[in-house]
Structure formats: structure tokens, C-alpha cells
């Protein structure tokens, strides 16, 4: 009896050891995602100040009224410095061309950076 009842004690507590800490680390993931979002979504571009970013060293482009710092993809383009016909403007256009894979369109996320 003496033996059961210990078991049990030690299960309840090895169980409270184990869920805490995970139940603590959910809340806490989902805080700093929606903090993360809030403050990405928080930041306001004009055209002119996105304008001035219009360089293979300093390149946004703007689509569908979203702003992305694109600057570390440039070299990575695989259409070259085509991605550069629009640095500082409007890509929307091209963006959405005939020659971009769907993967395109998971990726640009990682480059948001505000609203136009």
C-alpha cells in the first residue's frame, strides 16, 4: 500500500515537472509572436522615403502596399538585376509575373517591413 501511494506521489509530480514548464514556453512562444507581428506591422513608409532605398546595397521595393527590405537577396536573384528594375518603387507588377515560382510568394514574408 505504503509502495503505491509513493508511486503515486512520484508519478504526480514527475507529470508536474514535465507539463509546467511546456505549458509556460506556449505562453510565452505565442507572447513573442505577437509582439513580433505588432511590431512589424506598427512601421508606415512613405513612397519618397521608400524611394530613396534604390540601390544594390540598399534596395526596398513595394508590393501590393507592403514594403520589403530586399537587400539581402539581391545577389541571390535568379534573374539577376532584374530585381533592381524596381528598387525604391513599385514591384507589384513584376512580382507577380509569369517568371516567379509560387515559392516567391512564401518567401517575400521574411523581407516585410511596414506599410506603404
Known amino acids: 500500500m505504503a509502495i503505491t501511494v509513493i508511486a503515486l506521489i512520484l508519478g504526480v509530480l514527475l507529470g508536474a515537472f514535465i507539463l509546467i514548464p511546456q505549458l509556460g514556453k506556449s505562453a510565452h512562444t ?15 513608409y512613405s513612397k519618397t522615403e521608400v524611394s530613396l532605398h534604390n ?4 534596395c526596398w521595393i513595394i508590393i501590393k502596399d507592403k514594403v520589403y527590405d530586399v537587400t539581402s537577396y539581391v545577389e541571390e536573384h535568379p534573374g539577376g ?10 514591384s507589384t507588377e513584376g ?13 517575400i514574408d521574411d523581407f516585410y517591413i511596414g506599410d506603404l
Do not use: E
Not at 512580382?95 to 518567401?107: E, I, K, L, N, S
Open 81 to 90: 538585376d532584374a530585381i533592381l528594375a524596381h528598387a525604391g518603387d513599385d
Open 30 to 44: 505565442n507572447k513573442v509572436q505577437s509582439n513580433a507581428n505588432n511590431a512589424k506591422a506598427s512601421k508606415s
Open 95 to 107: 512580382f507577380y509575373g509569369p517568371q516567379h515560382a509560387t515559392r516567391v510568394f512564401d518567401m
Open 55 to 58: 540601390k544594390r546595397t540598399d
